[in-house]
């Protein structure tokens, strides 16, 4: 099997790093209404851990839709400390989906993962 022309769907989850008290959880590629529900699943399941500090890393995310916007705002609300919700490394057109939205006035935005893992909450 091939990848890229042929209609598969990468994985919109990368991958996911626990590491004293935070957890990354890696997002990749378009999130949109046909994967929100995997993105959703993924970050529900990391909030209930309690971690004291969530990073959604956006660097491999090269588009998102209202929906998967929705699934951010809805993990970042079963935080119990809502700073604690960090995204780090928006892209271009992440970012300007973010400003477009208003969110990036609600979500903590890091320029880079390192960053979002260094703030003080």
């Given amino acids: 099997m091939g990848g890229g022309a042929d209609g598969i769907r990468e994985d919109p989850v990368a991958g996911i790093d626990r590491n004293d008290g935070s957890t990354v959880v890696r997002l990749a590629g378009e999130l949109d ?19 004291d500090r969530l990073v959604v890393d956006l ?7 209202s929906t998967a ?20 490394a928006p892209g271009l057109e992440t970012r300007r ?4 939205s208003g969110l990036d006035k609600h979500f903590t935005v890091h320029e880079s993962l390192d960053d979002a893992l260094g703030a003080s909450l």
């Fill in 69 to 88: 916007l929705g699934v951010l705002i809805e993990a970042r609300t079963r935080m119990a400390n809502r700073r604690g919700f960090l995204l780090a």
């Fill in 97 to 100: 989906a973010l400003e477009i």
């Fill in 33 to 51: 209404l046909y994967n929100a529900s995997a993105v959703r699943e993924a970050l529900i399941a990391c909030t209930e851990e309690s971690p």
């Fill in 59 to 65: 660097s491999g995310v090269n588009f998102i839709d």
